[in-house]
T-cell receptor, first 114, second 111 residues
Framework: NAGVTQTPKFQVLKTGQSMTLQCAQD?????MSWYRQDPGMGLRLIHY???????DQGEVPNGYNVSRSTTEDFPLRLLSAAPSQTSVYFC?????????????FGQGTRLTVV | GDSVTQMEGPVTLSEEAFLTINCTYT??????LFWYVQYPGEGLQLLLK?????DKGSNKGFEATYRKETTSFHLEKGSVQVSDSAVYFC??????????FGAGTRLAVHP
């Protein structure tokens, strides 16, 4: 089925470990983004990309890196995990940045850093 | 900066009750406004939108009217169902490449 696929669905990390959250879409969307969802704070934008080779910071980029080598994939890297990064992470894609509201969201990755 | 404030939840209702979830915003100009819904275990889905003042967005029995005088975009439904149980997020377009979300309001509907 077409859509946004995130892996893994669940992950537990120790403080200081690194990992990559994967996000892939098969709709040929230009715009992709990563959000984190925390209780009482809604979704906050971490990084986004308006096309292959182009990325930019969102509201809460510290501690995260991204790259966009292909249109389909937009991985999110945690270089040295911290307990403050415990959250649910959502990847989203849309045809372009002009139609953000039509974004498709993945099912989320629940990350716990101990 | 731009921001969205939603009423705190959870909101607990009986089936067929009337629903209102309040949403107010702070922004420069008149941004597009949205309501998203997140069902258990799923990502967010766009529920409805309004792009200018006095517009009414509607979908699946839900409605919201863009009120620039009160900077509000309250979500309403006349008769909720158990299947409406979810988390609802109010959001605005805060610039060319960004959506700004409220904290979310959890709705629980009981038979």
């Amino acid at each position: 089925n077409a859509g946004v696929t995130q892996t893994p669905k669940f992950q537990v990390l120790k403080t200081g470990q690194s990992m990559t959250l994967q996000c892939a879409q098969d709709m040929n969307h230009e715009y992709m983004s990563w959000y984190r969802q925390d209780p009482g704070m809604g979704l906050r934008l971490i990084h986004y990309s308006v096309g292959a080779g182009i990325t930019d910071q969102g509201e809460v980029p510290n501690g995260y890196n991204v790259s966009r080598s292909t249109t389909e994939d937009f991985p999110l890297r945690l270089l040295s995990a911290a307990p403050s990064q415990t959250s649910v992470y959502f990847c989203a894609s849309s045809y372009s940045s002009a139609v953000l509201e039509g974004a498709f969201f993945g099912q989320g990755t629940r990350l716990t850093v101990v | 900066g731009d921001s969205v404030t939603q009423m705190e939840g959870p909101v607990t209702l009986s089936e067929e009750a009337f629903l209102t979830i309040n949403c107010t915003y702070t922004a420069t100009g008149y941004p597009s406004l949205f309501w998203y819904v997140q069902y258990p275990g799923e990502g967010l889905q766009l529920l409805l939108k309004a792009t200018k003042a006095d517009d009414k967005g509607s979908n699946k029995g839900f409605e919201a009217t863009y009120r620039k005088e009160t900077t509000s975009f309250h979500l309403e439904k006349g008769s909720v169902q158990v299947s409406d149980s979810a988390v609802y997020f109010c959001a605005l377009r805060g610039g060319y490449n960004k959506l700004i979300f409220g904290a979310g309001t959890r709705l629980a509907v009981h038979p």
